[in-house]
């Protein structure tokens, strides 16, 4: 049997992990790649790329193969099934890849995971896609705009057709196209240990090419993620890999110095230090997680940064504890959330959301807010956030917990957004972040205030 290529076979068992055992695929990944395999920094790029790519496409690519297969996809093993996505996705998708490469080298993995019957069916299926890819059948967009745009885009169509319902056909097209492009690499500069210009020189100095952020002062756009990863600046606390979505969320926060400020959903930690920068230090921020490996992340996190305000600990969010009733000048509440703002980062997101989640996460979202309400002191902040663009698990669980709690009222933060990224909803008191229209993540973000008395 011929030597199978590293690179592909790591691609095929972290699909299988995501695809066959619902992991993460950045957990998935880096359990492959970082712990202590011998694969190049290009090697990483490649399988990383094969990874996503997959994901990315799945739903396209499973609708091509099933053109181009006399067997039901349901009836291949997971292993076949993975490795003609990935023969199906280097066809498709890639176009530095030589066509008998992502044969040939789909049929080795098919031989060593499968037999030589299942090599023959994958080298057949893959080089009659090779062959006759300009005859993919498409559905008709008049007749079937949902199948078309699912089947183009590579979305569920439950989640298209509720988009359309949501947006509109040419705002959710826009969208579904804006998830299927790679994210911008960015980051939040740390203040407390150097300022954005000092960065840049070390960048500059170390070759590393970025521009700077569209909207937060601290934040530039890399070029090169590896390079900078590699390069020992976030080791000595120089910065937090952090989109600018995210950071906004701080910024609307607006903390000052000397405040307690509480983080009830704070795991791994970006928004908790990003607080406590903005706070120079001074104050404290308490950082709640469910999880112990969690809530050590975002102490990890603090101590990479420099940052002793920042006090980790264990508590469920949606459970009040009385010990910081009417305490917190300023309380932060980024529920948990189905993630559909994040789809361009984690594309299995697609595929592992239903309907049935976005009711469940509902309920578990409005239980959290109104127990971090009760730590809100009089004239005090209230900020809540997601991930998700969806009005359900945003505007509408803000409204009611303002329909069931009289003494809190939104508050319009007009003054705290860069005029490019001006919202006239920010004056009601929320925004919505797109990444077809801001080139962020997509985020909700509402603020409140507690009356005072």
Known sequence: MADVDLSREAALKILYDINERAAYSNIAINKYLRQGRDFREIDRIFVAGLVYGVIKWKLTIDQVI???????????????????????????????IPESAACNESVKLALKYGHRASANYVNAVLRNI???????????????????????YSHPSWMVKHWIDLFGEDFTESLL???????????????????????????????????????????????DAAALMDSGLFAEGYFTVQDEASMMVSKVLDPAPGELVMDVCAAPGGKSTHIAEMMGNEGMVVSWDIHVHKAELVEKAARRLSINIVKAELHDSSVVDANYIMKADRVLVDAPCTGTGIIRRKPEIKWNKTVKDKEEIRALQLRILSASA??????????????SIEPDENIDVVNAFLKSSAMFRMVGFEELLPPALFKESAGEGYIYLFPNVDNTDGFFIAKMKRKEG
């Not at 053109?67 to 890639?94: A, D």
């Open 177 to 223: 196209e804006a998830n299927n492009k790679n994210p911008d690499f960015t980051v939040r500069v740390n203040t407390l240990k150097t300022t954005r210009q000092e960065f840049m020189e070390k960048l500059d100095e170390k070759e590393i090419g970025y521009t700077v952020g569209r909207y937060i002062d601290n934040a530039l756009i890399v070029n």
């Open 374 to 387: 009760e730590y809100v002191k009089p004239g005090g902040v209230l900020v809540y956030s997601t991930c």
């Open 66 to 96: 099933c053109q181009f297969s006399n067997i039901p996809l349901k009836k291949l093993s997971p292993w076949i099934l993975n490795i003609l996505r990935l023969g199906t996705y280097q066809l498709l998708y890639t176009d530095r």
């Open 130 to 152: 090779a062959r006759r890819h300009s005859e993919i059948k498409y559905p008709d967009r008049e007749k079937e705009p949902v199948e078309y745009l699912s089947f183009k």
